[in-house]
């Protein structure tokens, strides 16, 4: 009996710790894996003695080496509250805001991806970004490791697009621009012909004695003429012509205001048209233009339309860091 006594009091001690250790820790693994998606920058910090400032910087352009980070982290929030899906192509940095999305080429096989940064780090050596486990697949830089990548700033990403779970399907959509396909029919340009000799007036008639002067002046609405201040002639010789009154000119036309385009280039192949509008940041508006001559057809992907000429300078600066350093200003109606 008291062997028995003594194994039921050691059992009851034993059952109530496992009680006592399920509650103060179940709370904190449920509250762990709670998304909460929020925008973030963030203070300097500090990691093994290197301190990373943590800043917004548009212009945001560096090459360095790549690692990736996957089973060990699946499911983990990351830094601005999101869950880490290690089947989602998004990576991880150091010093840029969170959200935002960054296109990543491996400079050792050529092969580009945009990728939604929402994590802190990597920390260990030079690397410049960490990457999640289908994008370093994407990229070619799951076999080896570590790979030379270039990584360029595009803009803040949409917290509507925030991970808040494992296992969805990728939603590449969420990455890529708003992509709008106009096809219209345009009449190819005629060729352009040599202007009309200009006409050649007639030599004037010699002058005569006597001359007949012709002085400007404006009716004004029940009075009589007003002459012009007259130095020549005798009023004899002059002759008045009224003008019509200010008030009888046909009304002006007011010229329709202008909208501008910023060109990223004109594509024969609609597929490499939808390519390059894909490289630029989902908040920007791209349209691709398919302009039908005949049974051949030419692809103007441009971003707009903007009413101000400096937007359209803005977009132009954004299409020339995404690698379009041809990019110009277009204005609506221009022919390019």
Request: glycine letters at 8%.
């Amino acid at each position: 009996m008291g062997m028995m006594h003594l194994y039921r009091r050691s059992f009851g001690f034993l059952l109530l710790a496992l009680l006592t250790a399920c509650a103060s820790v179940g709370p904190e693994r449920r509250a762990a894996v709670t998304p909460n998606p929020h925008l973030k920058v963030g203070n300097p910090y500090t990691i093994k003695g290197i301190t990373y400032v943590p800043k917004a910087d548009p212009s945001y352009d560096a090459v360095g080496i790549a690692s990736w980070y996957g089973p060990k982290f699946h499911g983990r929030l990351t830094a601005n509250g999101e869950v880490f899906d290690m089947d989602r192509l998004t990576a991880a940095h150091k010093t840029l805001p969170l959200p935002s999305l960054v296109r990543v080429t491996n400079l050792e096989n050529g092969r580009s991806e945009v990728l939604r940064l929402n994590d802190r780090g990597p920390y260990a050596g030079n690397r410049i970004i960490d990457l999640s486990r289908a994008a370093a697949t994407r990229l070619g830089t799951r076999e080896k490791g570590l790979a030379k990548v270039r990584v360029e700033y595009l803009g803040p990403a949409d917290l509507d697009h925030a991970i808040l779970r494992v296992g969805e399907r990728e939603n590449f959509a969420a990455l890529r621009p708003n992509v709008q396909l106009v096809s219209v029919e345009r009449t190819p340009p005629m060729p352009r012909q040599a202007p009309a000799p200009s006409y050649v007036a007639p030599a004037p008639a010699p002058p005569t004695e006597k001359l007949t002067h012709l002085v400007e002046a404006v009716a004004a609405p029940g009075l009589e003429p007003i002459p012009v201040a007259w130095s020549g002639p005798p009023a004899g010789n002059v002759e008045v012509v009224n003008l019509p009154s200010i008030t009888d000119a046909p009304p002006q036309k007011t010229a329709p205001s202008s909208q501008y385009y910023v060109q990223l280039g004109v594509f024969q192949s609609a597929q490499n048209a939808k390519a390059a509008a894909m490289q630029l940041p989902r908040v920007i508006p791209v349209t691709i233009e398919t302009v039908n001559f005949g049974a051949t057809s030419r692809h103007h992907v441009r971003l707009g339309p903007y009413s101000h000429e400096f937007a359209a300078q803005e977009a132009r600066k954004t299409a020339q860091n995404a690698g379009f350093s041809d990019a110009h200003i277009v204005e609506q109606g221009q022919k390019d």
